[in-house]
């Protein structure tokens, strides 16, 4: 199924060595492969190791607001040019300052990762990130309102329920704000604005979870 080898071709290359790594890939009854080439230079492992500190959450491995920013913009113009529409969620652990008072930083890290892993279960199809400290945000190729309002029920019924760690459960409780483009807006920048809005509107009246209006 897979197989890999090191080439190192000192003549051209200048003895920086580089990975092949082969996939066999079965299509119908046509057998197919797929081919990586790595380059293992020094250089290269640390333009990469760079990347990842800018894009990379390292709590949840999700990617941070950089990245967000950045899918984002390509997503609004790919989804102008062919009509489409989209819903970001923003989910906020709204009781994280008291976890981290009645149990310290390092029970709090560890539910934002299960969150993490929780909302990577229940919407698989999203594309999730982490931006400040406690807040996921979600994008979903989903845009009508029932469709997405189902999602969010067994999303937060999933989210609430009690985190284990060290013998002990702690019981988060989370609030989302839900836009969509481009009615609630047509930059990244705004959108998450109003995501955020509909956050503490869904506080002030006691909700789960609110649509921007």
């Given at each position: 199924?897979?197989?890999?080898?090191?080439?190192?071709?000192?003549?051209?290359?200048?003895?920086?060595?580089?990975?092949?790594?082969?996939?066999?890939?079965?299509?119908?009854e046509r057998?197919?492969?797929?081919?990586?080439?790595?380059?293992?230079?020094?250089?290269?492992?640390?333009?990469?190791?760079?990347?990842?500190?800018?894009?990379?959450?390292?709590?949840?491995g999700f990617?941070?607001?950089?990245?967000?920013?950045?899918?984002?913009?390509?997503?609004?113009?790919?989804?102008?040019?062919?009509?489409?529409?989209?819903?970001?969620?923003?989910?906020?652990?709204?009781?994280?300052?008291?976890?981290?008072?009645?149990?310290g930083k390092?029970?709090?890290?560890?539910?934002?990762?299960?969150?993490?892993?929780?909302?990577?279960?229940?919407?698989?199809?999203?594309?999730?990130?982490?931006?400040?400290?406690?807040?996921?945000?979600?994008?979903?190729?989903?845009?009508?309102?029932?469709?997405?309002?189902?999602?969010?029920?067994?999303?937060?019924?999933?989210?609430?329920?009690?985190?284990?760690?060290?013998?002990?459960?702690?019981?988060?409780?989370?609030?989302?704000?839900?836009?969509?483009?481009?009615?609630?807006?047509?930059?990244?920048?705004?959108?998450?604005?109003?995501?955020?809005?509909?956050?503490?509107?869904?506080?002030?009246?006691?909700?789960?979870?609110?649509?921007?209006?």
């Amino acid at each position: 199924k897979q197989v890999s080898f090191a080439l190192n071709d000192f003549e051209n290359s200048k003895g920086l060595p580089f990975t092949i790594v082969i996939y066999s890939v079965e299509i119908s009854e046509r057998l197919c492969y797929f081919i990586s080439l790595r380059d293992n230079s020094e250089s290269t492992v640390l333009r990469n190791i760079l990347r990842d500190i800018m894009y990379i959450d390292p709590l949840s491995g999700f990617g941070n607001e950089r990245s967000l920013n950045r899918f984002l913009s390509k997503k609004i113009s790919s989804s102008k040019e062919n009509g489409a529409c989209f819903s970001i969620v923003c989910t906020m652990l709204s009781n994280s300052k008291e976890i981290a008072a009645m149990f310290g930083k390092r029970i709090l890290d560890t539910v934002l990762q299960r969150l993490g892993k929780r909302i990577t279960l229940q919407i698989e199809e999203g594309k999730s990130f982490r931006i400040m400290d406690d807040v996921y945000v979600t994008v979903l190729d989903c845009s009508d309102r029932s469709c997405v309002s189902r999602t969010m029920s067994v999303l937060t019924s999933d989210l609430e329920k009690p985190v284990a760690v060290s013998d002990t459960d702690v019981s988060p409780s989370v609030v989302s704000g839900i836009c969509q483009f481009p009615i609630d807006g047509e930059r990244s920048e705004s959108l998450l604005s109003n995501c955020l809005t509909a956050i503490f509107t869904a506080q002030r009246k006691g909700l789960k979870w609110e649509f921007y209006n």
